[in-house]
């Protein structure tokens, strides 16, 4: 797995996920959830679990 690659697929993931639940008015897991699970493996940078996922979206709430 890339690490550089993997850490700017985050990055963007986490500035469109937050941009759009910003304008929607939604709660962050329910754009981002989605997103980490089906674009990193479009991408080709390796996927996450789900256990890795809801550790993310855990930490971002704090």
Do not use: R
Not at 4 to 23: A, D, H, P, Q
């Amino acid at each position: 797995m890339d690490i550089l690659g993997l850490l700017i697929t985050l990055l963007l993931i986490g500035l469109s996920g937050g941009f759009l639940s910003g304008m929607l008015g939604l709660g962050g897991a329910i754009i981002l959830v989605p997103l980490l699970l089906y674009v990193p493996p479009l991408v080709g940078v390796g996927s996450l679990s789900m256990k890795e996922i809801a550790g993310i979206t855990i930490i971002v709430v704090f």
